[in-house]
């Protein structure tokens, strides 16, 4: 069988060398055409890796993971109610490694764009011709007064990176009494995963609901004044968990004083603009911006958090041969308030798109038409799930937000509307299982 | 792993004439949830790599003319024109169809073998192989996604085209569905 796209991708050449487009020729003679380091082995930087290697494998392609497992967030609400064990959200390199991606486990420290050299805390060293930063997120514990990085290790996990702060608050939640409060801070946005606190919140109380804890509240106290999928997720607190001040879920908006400044470790108390709420589990998420090795780089341009780069590749607009793809960038239709959300589905489009982008300007083709899409799954019940899409194209130069097909799950079905019949939830709960092992595959396989 | 490398240069838009599509920039968009090649890792979603490019294309146009019931497909569809859904089924058609054998127990295949016998076969073959013009084959494809697919044609509140389909599948008895679709999963020939 023909190799994966190349078929049609990639015709019988002549001896066009290499990297003639790219500005610097680090890349050695004749056999490698270009070298290009990724940095962040998430869903992004594998995604970008593996189809670097697919589309053009005279590339030579490094990944740079501190990590050796990879720990999906996606699904990981789920390992909070105990509804899915942590250990089928994990993969290693392996996958990645047999499409001829050179995989190093380190920490990248430094970057020299004029050099083109990325530097490991491991004392290694790397030459890139062009470099793809998917470094996901980096918290900034210091945004609420009175928590740190120690004490979302310890007492107050965020679990908004999954692995062993998903498991604390699975435990806390456990040890939480009947009658206990579960307080989840939202930070103002843009954050990782819009849809991500308003699953949490179901999937605790759908753990409360399983384990007796009838008389439990969880809170949400939230920096914003809308969220994602709001109506969907309003529909089924209310119809499987009880929703508002006499439900077992509460949401509090921005407007509402929400947001939560100050947070006492020792008494459990979160402190808004004008009122405190005590908690049995406090689970605060901090707000997030780019990865630091693109901070570091100045790359982080827009609101001083976010990395901007151009539509029809990826690049940073701040600097050439530096592609930042996934949570750490910026894009989307801004002017309409259609940003890219920080999904992992969208961190791999983003990651297809770079690669795609790049082999061409390796090879000194023109730039592939770009087309960006998100799929976002919520399941807020093993039975109950829905998903909001989004479709993103390039004109003019510009990301266009596609309203046609971009959309959530019906809320309603007809005129007059009528609810939603039971089984289009049944699907889309099973649906986000099947998609979870593709993107996994698709990413790590 | 670099064979061919010094021979090979990129060629854009293949597989499509329409100058402004790029059929494999949309078509990777869904491996995310279809596999590579089309060849799905999850057993709630469907393989597509390799059916006919006809039920493909009517499949998709019957989402996005609102002809035909989805709970996340007919969303995704809408955003493409007519042409974009043609290449796409071009793509997917022409990649290799890959069965994905899923395990069963003999029991179920037993079971599974007289039901088809009598209600599936004339219509999808013996093994799923060998379908009709306008039915696609279902051997190896993932055993959920049938599953669910099944269930859309019992619920009368999910809107299914083909008549016939459904008459079979409402005729099933509960016990019934399960079997089936283990079967047509196993298969791999
Ligand atoms: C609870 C929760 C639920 C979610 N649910 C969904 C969902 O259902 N669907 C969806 O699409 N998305 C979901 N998301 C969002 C998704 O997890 C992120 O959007 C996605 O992980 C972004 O990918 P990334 O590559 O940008 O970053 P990441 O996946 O975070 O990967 C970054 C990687 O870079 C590595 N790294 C960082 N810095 C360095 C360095 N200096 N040196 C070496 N390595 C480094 C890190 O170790 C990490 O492995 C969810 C998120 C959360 C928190």
Redesign the interface.
């Known amino acids: ?1 023909p190799a ?3 078929r ?9 060398p290499a990297a003639s487009i790219l500005s610097i020729s680090n890349a050695h003679a ?2 490698v ?1 270009a070298r290009v380091v990724v940095v962040g082995g998430g869903y992004g930087g594998a995604t970008a890796a593996k ?1 670097l290697r697919l589309l ?3 590339i030579e392609v490094t990944l740079i993971e501190r990590e050796t497992v990879y720990t999906s967030c996606p699904l990981s609400n789920e390992v909070v109610s105990g509804e899915r064990a942590i250990e089928t959200l994990q993969v290693g390199y392996k996958g990645i490694q047999k499409h ?1 991606v050179r995989v190093v486990h380190d920490e990248v420290t430094a970057i020299d764009p004029a050099k083109k050299s990325v530097t490991t805390a491991g004392g290694q060293n790397f030459v890139y011709d062009a470099l793809i930063l998917s470094p996901g997120v980096e918290f900034n514990y210091g945004a609420v007064q009175g928590l740190s990085k120690e004490l979302a290790e310890s007492r107050l996990p965020h679990a908004w990176k999954a692995g062993p702060q998903t498991l604390l608050l699975k435990r806390q939640l456990e040890a939480m009494p009947d009658g206990g409060r579960f307080i989840i801070a939202v930070p103002k946005g843009p954050f990782r995963c819009p849809p991500g606190p308003y699953e949490r919140a179901a999937q605790v109380a759908h753990y409360c609901k399983q384990h007796g804890k009838n008389k439990a509240k969880i809170l949400i106290l939230d920096a914003n004044d809308s969220f994602s999928k709001k109506p969907l997720f309003e529909q089924a607190w209310k119809a499987l968990y009880g929703y508002g001040p006499d439900g077992m879920i509460e949401w509090v908006s921005g407007a509402n004083d929400g947001k939560v400044e100050r947070v006492d470790p020792d008494s459990l108390t979160c402190h808004t603009g004008f009122g405190e709420h005590n908690g049995d589990v406090v689970n605060i998420i901090p707000p997030h911006s780019a990865g630091k090795v693109a901070r570091d780089l100045g790359l982080a341009t827009f609101k001083n958090a976010w990395c901007e780069v151009k539509p029809e590749s990826m690049e940073a607009t701040g600097q050439k041969d530096i592609y930042v793809i996934g949570d750490s960038c910026v894009g989307g239709d801004l002017a309409t308030n259609n940003a890219f959300p920080k999904s992992a ?1 969208m961190a ?2 983003q990651a ?2 770079a690669a ?1 982008a790049l ?2 300007k390796i ?1 000194g ?2 730039l ?6 998100n ?1 976002c799954y919520s399941v807020v019940a093993p039975d109950w799930g829905f ?1 909001v ?1 989004h ?1 993103y194209r390039v004109e003019n130069g510009q990301w266009v937000y ?1 309203k ?4 959530i ?1 019906p809320v309603t079905l007809g005129t007059p509307p009528k609810p939603v ?1 039971r ?2 939830r ?3 709960a ?2 986000a ?10 990413a790590f ?1 | 792993m670099r064979k061919g490398v010094m021979a090979v240069v990129l060629f854009w838009a293949a597989g499509t004439t329409m100058a402004d599509i790029n059929v494999d920039t949309l078509a990777r968009t869904c491996n995310n949830c279809h596999g590579l090649n089309g060849v799905s890792a999850g057993a709630t979603m469907p393989s597509i790599g390799g059916l006919p490019k006809g039920y493909l294309s009517k499949i998709m146009k019957e989402w996005k003319y609102d002809k035909r019931a989805a709970a996340t497909m007919n969303r995704i569809v809408k955003g493409f024109s007519d042409d974009e859904i043609d290449a796409l089924a071009a793509y997917f058609s022409k990649r290799r169809w890959l069965p994905v054998a899923q395990k069963t127990s003999a029991v179920q295949l037993k079971l599974g073998k007289s039901v088809i016998r009598e209600n599936c076969e004339d219509c999808h073959g013996t093994y799923g192989n060998d379908p009709d013009i306008d039915a696609p084959r279902i051997d190896g494809q993932s055993t959920e996604y049938m599953a669910l697919e099944l269930e859309k044609y019992r619920d009368e509140a999910f809107d299914m085209p083909h008549r016939k389909m459904k008459k079979t599948i409402r005729r099933l008895k509960d016990g019934e569905v399960t079997p089936v679709v283990d079967y047509y999963g196993a298969q791999k020939r």
Not at chain 1, 434 to 442: F, P, Q, S
């Open positions: 069988m994966y796209d190349r049609a991708f990639i015709k019988a050449l002549s001896a066009a004749a056999k055409k189809y053009d494998p005279g001829g589905h791999m489009s297809k798109m795609a082999v061409a090879n083709l023109p592939p038409v770009p087309v960006y899409t799929t998903s899409v479709l596609i046609s097909g971009s959309g799950s019949p089984i289009y049944r699907l889309e099973q649906y299982e099947g998609w979870l092992r593709n993107v996994l595959a698709d396989g």
